[in-house]
Nanobody, 116 residues
Framework: QVQFVESGGGLVQPGGSLRLSCAASGFTFNTYVMQWHRQAPGKERELVAG????????FYVDSVKGRFTISRDNAKSTVYLQMNSLKPEDTAVYYC?????????WGQGTQVTVSS
């Protein structure tokens, strides 16, 4: 069965950094586009970053460009999100997602809180 193990979330001060990891199993990882989404309290879930199957293309929402970097290691079936210069408005539950056509799998989410 499909499983995700998300890690790396936590509490960090403004300006700090965190690195999220999402280790996947149960599907052919390198055939899926991987994405990170986030959902803040009272807001809709939004796409933060995405990466193609062999890291040939990446996408970032404007609010995180220049601060976040998405990467993947197909040998480890893991996708990462390096988050630098964190702001309070980055506070949310972060979810990894795997997509291929009409198929999608979602992780359970990890909390990121940016606060002094």
């Amino acid at each position: 069965q499909v499983q995700f193990v998300e890690s790396g979330g936590g509490l960090v001060q403004p300006g700090g950094s965190l690195r999220l990891s999402c280790a996947a199993s149960g599907f052919t990882f390198n055939t899926y586009v991987m994405q990170w989404h986030r959902q803040a309290p009272g807001k809709e879930r939004e796409l933060v970053a995405g990466i193609g199957t062999f890291s040939t293309s990446t996408f970032y929402v404007d609010s995180v460009k220049g601060r976040f970097t998405i990467s993947r290691d197909n040998a480890k079936s893991t996708v990462y999100l390096q988050m630098n210069s964190l702001k309070p408005e980055d506070t949310a539950v972060y979810y990894c997602a795997a997509l291929r056509g009409s198929i999608s799998f979602w992780g359970q989410g990890t909390q990121v809180t940016v606060s002094s």
